[in-house]
């Protein structure tokens, strides 16, 4: 069964800090993996999906790495923002999940500190 | 833009109480998904249907039903509601198609069950 890791739960960082933010899986077989966000209360939203044959995404200071063989994700946001306080989750979705299930890791929760 | 729209935002039932949750999306979506979050749990799957009428169970489904009548509707139901049942439940819509699709994610419902 797929294992999707996020450590530590919690972080805080200054503004205007670089942010990093690392996720592991345990079966290298699957199709993409996807980070979230989820502000307080709130639903999630897609930020990146990188697809199995890819090593990266980026979408502004947003930048997601995989590093499949050895079952790593890194989301890296550059010069970090209050409004970038949210939980960010990894997701995976498993080549032995259909209909586009996904393995979920519990999240980060990241405070920005003005 | 995707829309899932969820039935309420809070909800507040008494212990024993038949619990409607109402999900619509608006994309034609085949797949449809109801999760629970509770702090330190992370995303449980409860249930998932990937056509009308069709359903499979998720990773905790006990006491929990769903409908698919409609595509774009997505029940989940509480026979009987539980303390133990107070929670979040995000509902989510993806596509299966590629491995560029993502799920779309409602806002949540914040049920409390006294």
């Known amino acids: 069964?797929?294992?999707?890791?996020?450590?530590?739960?919690?972080?805080?960082?200054?503004?205007?800090?670089?942010?990093?933010?690392?996720?592991?899986?345990?079966d290298s077989a699957i199709y993409n993996l996807q980070w979230f966000r989820q502000d307080p209360g709130k639903g999630l939203t897609s930020l990146l999906l990188i697809q199995s044959s890819q090593r990266e995404q980026t979408s502004g200071r947003l930048n997601a790495s995989l590093d499949k063989s050895?079952?790593?994700?890194?989301?890296?946001?550059?010069?970090?923002?209050?409004?970038?306080?949210?939980?960010?989750?990894?997701?995976?979705?498993?080549l032995y999940m259909g209909n586009n299930r996904l393995a979920f890791g519990k999240g980060n929760q990241v405070v920005v500190i003005p | 833009d995707v829309k899932v729209t969820q039935s309420s935002r809070y909800l507040v039932k008494r212990t024993g109480e038949k619990v409607f949750l109402e999900c619509v999306q608006d994309m034609?979506?085949?797949?449809?998904?109801?999760?629970?979050?509770?702090?330190g749990l992370g995303l449980r799957l409860i249930y998932f249907s990937y056509d009308v009428k069709m359903k499979e169970k998720g990773d905790i489904p006990e006491g929990y039903s769903v409908s698919r009548e409609k595509k774009e509707r997505f029940s989940l139901i509480l026979e009987s509601a539980s303390t133990n049942?107070?929670?979040?439940?995000?509902?989510?819509?993806?596509?299966?198609?590629?491995?560029?699709?993502?799920?779309?994610?409602?806002?949540g419902t914040r049920l409390t069950v006294l």
């Not at chain 2, 034609?28 to 702090?39: A, C, K, L, S, V």
């Not at chain 2, 049942?85 to 409602?106: E, V, W």
């Open chain 2, 28 to 39: 034609d979506h085949e797949n449809m998904f109801w999760y629970r979050q509770d702090p």
């Open chain 1, 1 to 26: 069964k797929q294992e999707v890791t996020q450590i530590p739960a919690a972080l805080s960082v200054p503004e205007g800090e670089n942010l990093v933010l690392n996720c592991s899986f345990t």
């Open chain 2, 85 to 107: 049942q107070t929670s979040m439940y995000l509902c989510a819509s993806s596509l299966t198609g590629t491995s560029t699709d993502t799920q779309y994610f409602g806002p």
């Open chain 1, 70 to 94: 050895s079952g790593r994700s890194t989301l890296y946001i550059a010069a970090s923002q209050p409004g970038d306080s949210a939980t960010y989750l990894c997701a995976v979705r498993p």
